[in-house]
């Protein structure tokens, strides 16, 4: 089978995105809207909780946000002035629909809703520890534990959730509803974004400021690493329950995660790319006649590159919008074409040419090697390929999906074994001080690094109780349904 | 022929169907078929829990057996050699997936799953009070609140559930299974049916005995009321946990819920029809040319009734066996036709007749009134009714869907006012004793009546707790989701 | 696979139904109504087509009725005073969308629909020579034969259908729509039915009078065999273009293609079913405890029989309405069950019984074999069987879906043969003398016999020209969509 | 990143893309995987017709390629060493399945079918014509009126084709298949695209060589104007039956049409695109901070304008991948936001800056106007659009979907009404003369253009005989099917 999901398989994947709204109304519309300027965060489920002052309305279905909350009469349903949504992307067998987002509980005060962007490390430990005393999970999210805590907890919403936070660890950015209050957080390293906006007296709470835009919200800031937000259409309330940490955000919502048109703490992601890009022209270059990006995600990357080396830039390779559901290869003679159904060569540009192939990140490398081929075989004279991170060797336990490590070509090879298993002429990818530059630091501190970059160093910012205890970050579920 | 009208509105619809199976290959194959010969007791909903051992499998739907349970896909994932199975009906708005049983929950000690036939009669102020002290609930069903008195009891699955029904109160036939054993339950008054069979030195569990013929099993015997029955594929261990109570079986399992080809408490449904129209033909026969049945539930007690009256029995309705799943009256022209859809009149043995018509219950009594209609169109002399169960005056709060009580015609208005209401020259419902009669008894001893007859009586077999505290039967949740 | 479908697959089946009606709002939604209550002479694809004064609008589906017509939005499209319809049934790998009847074809005069019931005996040859002469077919059904004779001949839309009629050979009711006119034709042995009727003015044409009732219709007459009629909303013009014939209706509309309920040649279809059963009574009773029926069909000979024998009727096996698309037996083990998806045993009236099971006829003899297997298995003392038609022993050209002669049991052996293959103690058909007395005509006049009964007797009314030329009446098309 | 946009329906629209193959296995499964390299060429319905050298196997579907096409089940259907298949889009109400093409025909040499990209400009008289000799028509396509005149002709597959193509006018290139032949033509002046291709010995023939470059195959060449070549999997015929003209092929498949990757009349399509930016940039330019493309269709040209006036390109606008089926605004409250679905300002490079927008072309204007909206609220300085087409003032009768004249910007106003209807502070299209020396001629040569330019030159290369004769190019079909 040939994967034609829009989102390439040999990249890290963001596992989600969060959205709320109160003190507008059609806040069930905005969150729609602002969940599919989102959807790049996840794309296999999508959840809105809407509250109308008397009752939550809830909607949650498998697939993309446009084809599950496009219709009129979903929106219609979703009524009321305050409202949460999430979108998920989960690996193979756990994305079922109990396990989407909001997940909602009826407390002895009200109803309560929960979106999750991140992953906690210590989940595992509590949730036994929860269900040995009585609790019955409706989920296998590690996002549950935070529920059943608050239900164990006392005193109001805000007080119960300040308590269930203070057991957990790990990173978590969440937007919450409870009746009339929407209220937000972001754990003490501020690992994973969120954002406030503003829209005409309405607050809102969104992952990326693209969610902002689509709806013409201003954006208003970032919600700083460990606060809490507590919104209730008039007045924005902050909390700083948890004691004051340095920030570390994933350096890779830079490099590859964000939308390239949003604002991460008051850089342009854009910007942030292509400055890369210019420090890896700086680091790295070898003559060549053509500056090529991977498409989509290595453009503007690729444009910085261009700019500082030189070189012309052009679009060499070609992307086929149209992928469907899945396009089965059936039969071995076929298999062996080596289809190309999702990129092409734009030859003109390749034949007899030096090409600098500029792309973010190498995950399994599989695609960065046929896209070599591919240009071989279009009659690249000399191919380099130029990467916008370091190599990527370990896990994250943040909430991002990567590859058991024997899967990441970064932990199998050292850059010369990558670049000959690419069967690429000159094989570069950006030093860690040189990331650190193109972000406007000095270089990496190594005492006190600037960003969870822990996918490249190893070097995690939060303990990993569930891993030291020997639980396995996906175990087996006791129950498998469909 | 002569089944549980699939489609009729205008009936008392019992809510749920039971099955489990230990002991054999292919257990959820087995409780799919089980499940398909118990579809009249619930179509909108369908689940299947299934052990192999090491991991438990589930499927649920909304929809019928046949439909979402055919597939060698779907029984194929179902695998294991023990399984539970639900079928369900719901009253609209809450019949939700979170919603369809068999109810799974992780405790300490494992997984466990539990189907439900009946309904709890004060699991509102338990719900209350276990939220308050911390538990989260992931459907509105009364049957979650068993899961979670299970998970707050102590000791094994067997104590624990036994000390979670101490706590219930109402009608409850239950099928569990955890892990390597399947576990059964009868409430102490016995009010819905549960059998127990055997396949091959399989133990089956089954709410009525029409779910073992089909796959070819042995009845065995009914549990017994207040018996709980432990099986582990080799012993069946028989426990008495509750006080003896004196037997209420619903009496109108017998009259309209159960499948004809059923053996109930040892009687054939059939043969308690027929015997049932005998009686109705002895107390209330008026000369006439023809017996009639409604189709299709009516048929056994006309064929009794024509056989004591000595009047021929033909069929002067005939059913149209297609239905589709909606058929709108698209316009003002269409409407006033009084289109047909389901029922035509067998002119040639109606007009110029007198004709006895035999149903077995009045609900609303919109679908009578219709065939009366139909039978004065197609030419009918006199039309009688012949109604083989009393009349239908009390909402039922032990698993059966009534109407409001002011939706019930037999509530609005006396026989006279009935007849007068559906137009019929005369109208007839055996008595309260005819009754008990026809099931072998001299008559009704109010001082301890044999069966549940609260429909009918208004005196109900238990305390009626969330109704005496004010609970609505079915309150707003605070969650609406689709 | 277990074949769960509401038609038994052991029985032939009638490939048609037809409907037209002109001079009443909403002709569309009349028209799904008929079709509806005809959906048992033909399952598996519906279409209606609309004419509103300007336009025509034609909606086809494969399906049910009910399913594919009963939505407000495709009945608003079906506008206008005049429409016709036909549901089909069909042999697999033909049933395509493509020829899904009404047929529509725009002449020179404007646009045409056609619906058929019956088979033509020299389509294929006649297909074959007018594409030898430059005819683009659409469908592969014998029907389109017709419509390409009309684009060759001459005149007006009756003048072209009446030259197109005289090429052809074989069996027709044919309803059509030509703007303004609607006409029926019956072809000049009238083997197929079509009656008139008349509902407030408008007049319609319906296979089986049962259509009629479901919309309140009155029934008017048959039309007679080589009739001609013409409804144009005011006045009926009956014409008569073909040769003068001695009817040849097919008798196996009385016997089990037609809805009880429905008047044929001014015979009620149930009542000729009950003087059936009372004939085989009469040829052909042996001692016994019970008459049951093999449901549905057989009930009304099962009553006819027993009012004559005097012996009691009861339902002694009950049908499970609740069948779904398809229900697998997924492995070895459950396969071996011998499963009763679609019948049980009623045990308590065959337990040391000595039954007689009555059905309509045997094809394959496949059911029946399981049914007193069944019987037997549920203790039955002696089990007899009597059937209320002749032995199928020849095919069918006019219509019917008829299994090959070999795999008709009727083909393969004598009635004791046939009582061994079957397991009955006793076996017995009605003599075709005996029912052509319960039709009310002496016996059979070998000469001039009064129906088509060529499936018992292989005296077949018409040429069968296409088989004669050896052409297979179904070949493998050129062309095979999906 | 850079192609047709699957979802503005603000463009000019292509109507049809061709694929065929002969001597290979899995021909169905190469047509599936050139259609979806063709998918930018029609996205709303495709079909396959494949020959197994004893029968043809079709599969039309409704939506694009990749979603009815991937199944091995559908690809193991259409097997055989040749096959054609189709892509289109067509007008709505149209695009129903009997009008998916290939179209199927049965001739007396046996089965033949036809894929059309192009439109014909007499198809409605000859139908007409056709109809009043007996023809009856199974679409409304104006492609069958060719297989009707062939049924009409005389000789081989090859003789008739020619003879009816002698009959046709307009734009048609035709991919046909006719048991061991695969035949291709294009009209004699080569309006619509059609090149041969070759892989492993096997030939194909495609709208576009990127439909060559996804299964690996070997472009060889164009099909000349006015030439016919047969292909049996052996051999390639070069036929010419018709008169020599000079070639007008469509300039806008280099504009807009075409994918950026294929080879077109030996030229690269991208660097076409880039040489027009080029030349509008020497044209036009006023002084500017930055060039940005509109999505997805104008980066090309942005380049090139870039390139050659030396101001930086940036990605001023992103475009969100994901767009889902529909996306109601549920609202007035929602629809008064002006949603950003599709777009958003990349702010960082447009605040404060002046931009050159540079776009493919202006059909009716409203994206753009709200694309410059969107820049102004983003902060743009001075907002300047370029356009690499004159303006496009004229219908297509030659197979693009064009907007009625008076809904064309162009038609609507002159340069500087449209400058202000769009928002901008200037606007320029590239000159007609430029556009010819974009394309490597000296300008445009009035008496003898090389190009079909005629949306924009009103100048159409061939008669418009249904146009001339008063029928309108859509005429009410009579029936309208669903």
Same mark, same amino acid.
């Given at each position: 089978?040939?994967?034609?999901?829009? %989102?390439?398989?040999?990249k890290?994947?963001?596992?989600?995105?969060?959205?709320?709204?109160?003190?507008t109304?059609d806040a069930?519309?905005?969150a729609?809207?602002?969940?599919?300027?989102l959807?790049?965060?996840?794309?296999e489920?999508?959840?809105?909780?809407?509250?109308?002052?008397?009752? %939550?309305?809830?909607?949650r279905?498998?697939?993309?946000?446009g084809?599950?909350?496009?219709?009129?009469s979903v929106?219609?349903r979703?009524?009321?002035?305050?409202?949460?949504?999430?979108?998920?992307?989960?690996? #193979?067998?756990?994305?079922?629909?109990?396990?989407?987002?909001?997940?909602?509980?009826?407390?002895?005060?009200?109803?309560?809703?929960?979106g999750?962007?991140g992953?906690?490390?210590n989940?595992?430990?509590?949730?036994?520890?929860?269900?040995?005393?009585g609790?019955?999970?409706?989920s296998t999210?590690d996002t549950?534990?935070?529920?059943?805590?608050?239900?164990?907890?006392?005193?109001?919403?805000?007080?119960?959730?300040?308590?269930?936070?203070?057991?957990?660890?790990?990173a978590y950015?969440?937007?919450c509803i409870?009746?009339?209050?929407?209220?937000g957080?972001?754990?003490p390293l501020?690992?994973? !974004?969120?954002?406030?906006?503003?829209?005409?007296?309405?607050?809102i709470?969104?992952?990326?400021?693209c969610?902002?835009?689509?709806?013409g919200a201003?954006?208003?800031?970032?919600?700083?690493?460990?606060e809490?937000?507590?919104?209730?259409?008039?007045?924005?309330?902050?909390?700083?329950?948890?004691?004051?940490?340095?920030?570390?955000?994933?350096?890779f919502?830079?490099?590859?995660?964000?939308?390239?048109?949003?604002?991460?703490?008051?850089?342009?992601?854009?910007? &942030?790319?292509k400055?890369i890009?210019?420090?890896?022209a700086?680091?790295?270059?070898?003559?060549?006649?053509?500056?090529?990006?991977?498409p989509?995600?290595?453009?503007p990357a690729?444009?910085g590159?261009?700019?500082?080396?030189?070189?012309?830039?052009e679009?060499?390779?070609?992307?086929?919008?149209y992928?469907?559901r899945?396009?089965?290869?059936?039969?071995?003679?076929?298999?062996?074409?080596?289809?190309?159904?999702?990129?092409?060569?734009?030859?003109?540009?390749i034949?007899?040419?030096?090409?600098?192939?500029?792309?973010?990140?190498?995950?399994?490398g599989? #695609?960065?090697k046929?896209?070599?081929?591919?240009?071989?075989?279009?009659?690249?004279?000399?191919?380099?390929?130029?990467?916008?991170s370091?190599?990527?060797?370990?896990?994250?336990?943040?909430?991002?999906?990567?590859?058991?490590p024997?899967k990441?070509?970064?932990?199998?090879?050292?850059? &010369?074994?990558?670049?000959?298993?690419?069967g690429?002429?000159?094989?570069? %990818?950006?030093?860690m001080?040189?990331?650190?530059?193109?972000?406007g630091? !000095?270089?990496?501190?190594?005492?006190a690094p600037k960003?969870?970059?822990a996918?490249?160093?190893?070097?995690y910012?939060?303990?990993?109780?569930?891993?030291?205890?020997?639980?396995?970050?996906?175990?087996l !579920?006791?129950?498998?349904?469909?």
């Amino acid at each position: 089978m040939i994967q034609t999901n829009p %989102f390439d398989d040999d990249k890290l994947r963001e596992e989600c995105g969060i959205f709320g709204i109160i003190g507008t109304k059609d806040a069930g519309a905005h969150a729609a809207l602002g969940l599919h300027a989102l959807q790049h965060r996840g794309q296999e489920a999508a959840g809105i909780v809407a509250f109308d002052g008397q009752q %939550f309305h809830s909607h949650r279905a498998m697939g993309q946000v446009g084809d599950n909350f496009g219709a009129e009469s979903v929106i219609a349903r979703l009524r009321g002035h305050a409202a949460i949504g999430h979108v998920r992307y989960s690996t #193979t067998g756990e994305t079922i629909l109990r396990n989407v987002q909001p997940l909602f509980a009826e407390f002895a005060f009200g109803g309560f809703a929960v979106g999750h962007n991140g992953n906690l490390t210590n989940a595992h430990g509590i949730r036994t520890e929860l269900i040995r005393r009585g609790a019955i999970f409706q989920s296998t999210t590690d996002t549950e534990v935070i529920v059943h805590l608050m239900a164990k907890a006392e005193g109001d919403v805000v007080e119960r959730l300040i308590a269930a936070l203070r057991h957990v660890e790990g990173a978590y950015s969440l937007v919450c509803i409870a009746r009339d209050k929407v209220i937000g957080v972001r754990d003490p390293l501020g690992v994973r !974004p969120l954002v406030l906006g503003e829209l005409e007296g309405a607050d809102i709470l969104a992952s990326e400021s693209c969610a902002l835009d689509i709806i013409g919200a201003r954006y208003v800031r970032d919600i700083e690493p460990g606060e809490m937000v507590v919104l209730d259409g008039k007045r924005i309330t902050s909390l700083r329950p948890f004691p004051k940490l340095k920030q570390r955000f994933c350096v890779f919502e830079y490099i590859y995660f964000a939308r390239p048109d949003s604002i991460m703490e008051g850089q342009s992601v854009y910007d &942030a790319r292509k400055r890369i890009g210019a420090e890896l022209a700086r680091e790295s270059h070898v003559p060549a006649d053509v500056i090529i990006p991977v498409p989509d995600s290595g453009v503007p990357a690729a444009l910085g590159y261009s700019q500082e080396a030189k070189v012309p830039f052009e679009l060499g390779i070609i992307r086929n919008h149209y992928v469907g559901r899945t396009f089965i290869e059936p039969t071995d003679h076929i298999r062996h074409l080596g289809v190309k159904l999702k990129h092409n060569a734009n030859r003109v540009h390749i034949e007899g040419r030096r090409i600098i192939l500029v792309d973010d990140s190498i995950v399994r490398g599989t #695609t960065s090697k046929k896209i070599v081929e591919m240009m071989r075989q279009a009659g690249a004279k000399e191919v380099h390929m130029r990467i916008s991170s370091p190599p990527t060797m370990h896990s994250c336990f943040y909430g991002i999906d990567t590859p058991q490590p024997d899967k990441l070509l970064a932990h199998r090879f050292n850059v &010369a074994g990558m670049a000959q298993f690419i069967g690429v002429d000159s094989l570069a %990818f950006i030093s860690m001080d040189g990331l650190y530059r193109a972000m406007g630091h !000095p270089g990496r501190d190594a005492a006190a690094p600037k960003f969870c970059d822990a996918c490249f160093s190893g070097e995690y910012p939060t303990r990993l109780t569930d891993l030291e205890d020997g639980a396995a970050p996906t175990q087996l !579920p006791l129950l498998e349904i469909a």
